[in-house]
């Protein structure tokens, strides 16, 4: 909640700023938890407080709605294709490296033929995990040398 941008008073303001009357706080939450028993409430209430004219009201959470379980068999297959070659990367993992997890999967060709001729093609999780956490600290490395220079 308090790492979470916009805050809810932000929102709250920016819903007003933006002319409503009424603000419905719809926590993006499965279950009810302490966020949403007692967290959300008391900020929104708070938020409400500089705004006596505009009334609000918070929502149950999701629960495991119908539509929310087709969802996610709709993402897990689309992964599945991505892994397999046959679909794009989607915006939940573009920028990520995500990606890299398919090179440590053997197609069903592969697989069938026992063929694994191309040895830049497959590597083991290992190997990919190692090259995210490479490619992870490369900022850190890259601001390093950055301040070695402008120091010397």
Same mark, same amino acid.
Request: charged share 20%.
């Given at each position: 909640?308090?790492?979470?941008?916009?805050?809810?008073r932000?929102?709250? *303001?920016? %819903?007003?700023?933006q002319?409503?009357?009424?603000?419905?706080?719809?926590?993006? !939450?499965?279950?009810?938890?302490?966020?949403?028993?007692? #967290?959300?409430?008391?900020?929104?209430?708070?938020?409400?407080?500089?705004?006596? #004219?505009?009334?609000?009201?918070? @929502?149950?959470?999701?629960?495991?709605?119908?539509?929310?379980?087709?969802?996610?068999?709709?993402?897990?297959?689309?992964?599945?294709?991505? *892994?397999?070659? #046959?679909?794009?990367?989607?915006?939940? %993992?573009a920028?990520?490296?995500?990606?890299?997890?398919?090179?440590?999967?053997?197609?069903?060709?592969?697989?069938?033929?026992?063929? !694994?001729?191309?040895?830049?093609?497959?590597? @083991?999780? @290992?190997?990919?995990?190692?090259?995210?956490?490479?490619?992870?600290?490369?900022?850190?490395?890259? @601001?390093?040398?950055?301040?070695?220079?402008?120091?010397?």
């Amino acid at each position: 909640m308090e790492l979470a941008e916009p805050s809810i008073r932000d929102a709250f *303001v920016s %819903c007003i700023q933006q002319g409503a009357d009424r603000v419905i706080v719809s926590p993006f !939450f499965l279950f009810p938890g302490r966020h949403w028993h007692q #967290d959300i409430p008391s900020l929104a209430a708070e938020a409400a407080k500089e705004h006596p #004219d505009v009334s609000y009201i918070v @929502t149950a959470p999701l629960g495991l709605h119908d539509l929310l379980v087709d969802v996610v068999n709709d993402r897990i297959k689309h992964c599945l294709n991505h *892994v397999a070659g #046959d679909a794009d990367e989607c915006a939940a %993992c573009a920028s990520t490296s995500k990606c890299l997890d398919k090179a440590a999967v053997v197609s069903d060709a592969e697989s069938k033929s026992e063929e !694994f001729s191309n040895p830049w093609r497959l590597c @083991t999780v @290992t190997q990919v995990e190692e090259l995210k956490i490479l490619i992870r600290m490369f900022p850190i490395w890259a @601001t390093g040398i950055v301040f070695s220079a402008i120091y010397a």
